[in-house]
């Protein structure tokens, strides 16, 4: 007659030293005796590999859980099998591998949508900066003319900070980068030698290219506001459209 390991239940052979499910140590038949394989009530232990499959299998929609929760499914499964009723359990892990396959299944439809998702999402992102950038701009052409008639000898500014210390514009976008855009006034200059500053360039360029914006925009002292499609604050003040 065979008899059975007193750690998980598993049936065992009257040569076996070690169990073959957990490993652990045990006598000879002659040592433990001749085991019923019939258990006294309430002696059955929940297998614990069951629970955990089914913990895992609750996060449905995370891939490495649901990996898990089948593999210790199956593994409980054949451990309970084995045990003669020493180890319970098996709803459990039935559960548990049923979540697991059902979050494995949905990972190709997360995918796709996330192909779908993400493009669009980067868009929006791209738009609502290009178009933060177009205020901006025009917040300093503004800022610009404020400056010039509050300092007559000086004119316009090349400087953002200056515009920033004047409370004419906010100090982020005095930094010089604002909502993914890169900004920088330049070609202050006079009619005259000596003279205040009666012309002004301002440019907004990405950062990133194709990540936080695509096009670039500028303007000058007309504040007539240009774009280019291409994100080259250069071209846009050589031969930028005028932003319609």
Do not use: W
Not at 45 to 74: D, E, M, Q, R, W
Not at 88 to 94: D, I, P, R, V
Request: net charge neutral.
């Amino acid at each position: 007659m065979s008899s059975f390991c007193p750690s998980c239940g598993t049936s065992l052979d009257g040569s076996d030293k070690f169990c073959r499910a957990c490993g652990v140590a045990v006598a000879s038949s002659e040592a433990i005796g001749q085991a019923s394989p019939v258990l006294p009530a309430g002696s059955a232990k929940t297998n614990s590999k069951a629970v955990i499959s089914l913990v895992f299998g609750l996060f449905v929609f995370f891939f490495p859980f649901s990996l898990v929760a089948v593999i210790l499914g199956h593994l409980s499964l054949s451990e309970i099998r084995k045990s003669a009723g020493r180890l319970t359990g098996e709803g459990l892990a039935t559960a548990g591998l049923i979540l697991g396959y059902v979050g494995l299944a949905a990972i190709p439809v997360i995918l796709i949508l996330a192909a779908i998702a993400i493009p669009n999402l980067l868009r929006a992102h791209m738009a609502a900066n290009e178009s933060s950038s177009v205020v901006s701009i025009r917040t300093i052409t503004t800022a610009e003319i404020t400056y010039s008639e509050s300092h007559p000898n000086e004119g316009y500014t090349c400087s953002l900070s200056a515009l920033s210390e004047a409370q004419l514009i906010d100090k982020v976008l005095g930094s010089g980068q604002k909502s993914g855009y890169r900004f920088e006034i330049r070609g202050c200059a006079a009619d005259k030698a000596g003279g205040r500053n009666t012309m002004y360039r301002v440019v907004a360029s990405p950062v990133s290219g194709n990540e936080s914006g695509r096009r670039a925009f500028c303007a000058d002292q007309s504040a007539v506001i240009k774009v280019d499609a291409s994100g080259s604050a250069q071209k846009c003040l050589e031969q930028g459209a005028v932003l319609e």
